[in-house]
């Protein structure tokens, strides 16, 4: 598990060129987890979420829609934003 602390970073790590996720999960409390699949777009400079908890999509999420919109940049400021390492 790689832990996510920066938009720079989390940027790095979802970019694809070939259009593909790349998965992360929040740590909740009580070392529960939320998974989240996240697309950086470079060339938009948007990110799209996959919600796997509840199968819920969001796209074409500029970086103030990420933060209002979602928990994914408290998650990062906050230390609780990981990738997976398969």
Do not use: C, P, W
Not at 12 to 25: L, M
Request: charged share 30%.
């Amino acid at each position: 598990m790689k832990v996510i602390t920066t938009l720079t970073q989390l940027k790095h790590e979802a970019k694809s060129e070939d259009g593909t996720f790349t998965d992360f999960y929040i740590v909740l409390n009580f070392g529960l987890r939320s998974s989240k699949r996240i697309l950086y777009n470079e060339n938009t400079n948007t990110f799209d979420v996959h919600n796997e908890i509840d199968d819920s999509y969001q796209d074409d999420l500029t970086e103030e829609q990420l933060r209002d919109e979602t928990h994914i940049i408290e998650a990062m400021e906050n230390g609780a934003l990981h990738k997976y390492d398969f």
